[in-house]
């Protein structure tokens, strides 16, 4: 299963579990006991009988979603959702024909991918969607092979944070813990951060590029992915230096959660509870520490098609979906309780992304941007002050070397 | 479970510290009473709470364990602001962890609640061999610094209560009321008479 492979080929495959190993007979229906098993990424889950049920209806529907696709690229070929190539065409009514299909075909194309794109399909269609394919094929072939070949063996602060993280990353998950998925997503990592030295390495990143890897199947797609992720689809910012762009999208956060779900924000707040306290994790690792993968999977599916402004769709859906229960809190310890069971038993995605998307009600990308340029400036000024606060204060123990 | 007599005091409680000081085993190693070699690496922060009974009151920790690396300091307001006791951790194998330590303090004391209760843990100490920075050198230093001073091991379990346990006795006993007025103070006694948590 997870052969020794020559670098950026496929070097893993995981095989669903078949399904007759998760149905559940009745004694255990009757016990309600804890059920584990592998998910279709290879994490291991535990769940009680009703999760397992849920995962295998999810199951039902992903295959019913593949058997669309399939249909699709049958009756307007495999690359149908690709940018059409307009220019390439003669003028007249051919050009105004294209417009109009690839109008109904972007129309489908986001209906479809809200339903989830299938497992199999997956890398092609991110790839395709994020823009990675553009970003990649604005460089030489080799660029990949020639940054890791030139970056081998070198040792900087970032790759020291990297080589920590790795055993550190999934821990328990089948491939991360052999030495062919390590290396693999240390090249990718490494490499991301000779590429981009603002950022270099930003713990949270080893969480997402190793989703990547899964779901990419091969390094260099994973290494795409993970440059236009933080190139093009996230904030600027959001894990560099002092994480500005991560403090920027906490603070729009609050704002909408004020708007979109106002007896939640008002509640805790009167509590003094910040929910950046939770939310933080959930922008810096878009939900992969705390989604099952294959939910984390269906959000990343609209993150690469819509933008940015999905984390707070989603980060909106899951305040929205435990409202009445977290308006019974008095604790801080509650709150954080009813989030992280909620967050973790979330197997159905249709249930979190049709709150999301539906009765969170729409928001812009040009909203979200306008909201964020309205908290740049705050921001600024807090990491401002504080820097030199802490500049001003005795420091008899400046470490000799950067710390980064 | 605490009898009528008994005082029950919410303690908020943050741990600062280099990364891979060891922050998460210990709590980990308190809350749970386990260790793993490899921790996941925190990202932003992770809570948990522990219930400690200690002579007169019961303490329920609620600890933010926050993420090591140096550009998450800049998130680290969020989880001290009004925090009633501190661990900075360092890793006795590596004098940087110690540096990066006396940061943490200087800033607490600037920065944090000023009646905070703070500790010093000198963790890893199971590694003799690779240890770099002496208990003495620490000790003089948490002495002239207002902290009380443990050297621990997540992995041994060494002194890992007792750091918790000392805190719990040095947190002033007259606590403010941690909820704002007008809140409706619901008390639900622990399940079990201690409980934890964690939220990864």
Not at chain 1, 213 to 220: I, N, Q, W
Not at chain 2, 36 to 50: K, L, M, N, Y
Not at chain 2, 75 to 83: I, K, N, Q, S, V
Not at chain 2, 132 to 151: P, R
Request: proline residues 4%; glycine residues 6%.
């Amino acid at each position: 299963m997870f052969g020794t492979q020559a670098r950026g080929e496929v070097s893993h495959e995981f095989q669903p579990p078949l399904m007759q190993y998760w149905r559940p007979n009745i004694y255990t229906r009757r016990a309600n006991i804890v059920v584990k098993f592998q998910d279709l990424y290879g994490f291991t889950v535990e769940g009680n009988v009703d999760d397992v049920n849920v995962l295998n209806e999810v199951r039902e529907k992903v295959r019913q979603q593949g058997r669309v696709w399939w249909a699709l690229e049958a009756n307007k070929g495999a690359n149908w959702y690709l940018q059409p190539q307009i220019s390439s065409l003669s003028e007249g009514i051919g050009v105004a024909a294209l417009k109009l299909s690839a109008l109904a075909n972007s129309i489908t194309l986001k209906k479809l991918i809200r339903k989830g794109i299938p497992p199999v399909l997956r890398p092609k269609v991110w790839f395709s969607v994020s823009g990675a394919a553009k970003k990649r094929s604005t460089v030489p072939e080799s660029y990949y092979n020639d940054l890791i070949k030139a970056v081998e063996g070198k040792v900087t602060p970032a790759t020291k944070q990297i080589d920590h993280d790795l055993p550190r990353t999934f821990p328990g998950h089948p491939w991360f813990d052999t030495q062919e998925g390590r290396a693999a997503l240390r090249r990718v990592l490494v490499g991301y951060s000779f590429r981009d030295c603002h950022v270099g390495y930003c713990q949270g990143l080893n969480y997402v590029a190793a989703l990547l890897l899964l779901v990419m199947k091969t390094e260099e797609d994973a290494f795409w992915m993970l440059a236009v992720l933080l190139e093009n689809v996230l904030v600027n910012d959001c894990y560099t230096d002092n994480l500005s762009g991560c403090h920027v999208e906490q603070r729009v956060f609050k704002d909408l959660l004020s708007k979109k779900c106002p007896r939640i924000a008002a509640h805790l707040e009167a509590m003094e509870f910040d929910v950046s306290l939770v939310a933080t994790e959930w922008f810096l690792c878009l939900f992969s520490k705390s989604l099952p993968s294959e939910t984390t999977m269906r959000v990343w599916d609209v993150l690469f098609y819509d933008g940015a402004k999905v984390l707070f769709h989603v980060a909106l859906a899951i305040f929205k979906m435990n409202e009445e229960e977290l308006l019974m809190t008095s604790q801080i310890g509650d709150v954080i309780n009813i989030l992280q069971r909620s967050t973790h038993h979330l197997y159905d995605p249709d249930d979190l992304l049709t709150v999301a998307f539906d009765k969170i009600g729409s928001m812009t990308s040009t909203t979200i941007t306008k909201q964020r340029k309205k908290q740049e400036p705050a921001v600024m000024a807090e990491l401002d002050q504080r820097l030199r606060r802490l500049n001003s204060l005795k420091m008899d123990d400046k470490p000799d070397s950067p710390r980064e | 479970m605490a009898n009528s007599r008994n005082k029950n005091i919410n303690a908020k409680l943050v741990l600062l510290g280099d990364v891979g000081a060891g922050k998460s085993s210990l709590v980990l190693r308190f809350v749970k009473g386990q260790f793993v070699d490899f921790q996941e690496s925190t990202i932003g922060a992770a809570f948990f709470s522990q219930t400690l009974a200690v002579n007169d009151a019961t303490i329920k920790f609620e600890i933010w364990d926050t993420a090591g690396q140096e550009r998450y300091h800049s998130l680290a307001p969020m989880y001290y602001r009004g925090a009633a006791a501190a661990v900075v951790v360092y890793d006795t194998t590596n004098q940087a962890s110690f540096a990066c330590a006396k940061k943490w303090v200087t800033e607490l004391q600037e920065q944090g609640n000023t009646n905070i209760v703070m500790a010093l843990a000198g963790n890893k100490s199971d590694l003799l061999d690779s240890r770099k920075v002496t208990a003495e050198e620490a000790q003089v230093y948490a002495q002239e610094n207002g902290l009380f001073f443990m050297e621990t091991s997540a992995k041994t379990a060494q002194n890992v209560n007792e750091i918790f346990h000392e805190i719990a006795k040095r947190l002033p006993r007259a606590q403010p009321p941690q909820n704002p007025s007008g809140m409706v103070l619901m008390e639900r006694p622990p399940v079990n008479g201690t409980s934890s948590s964690c939220c990864s």
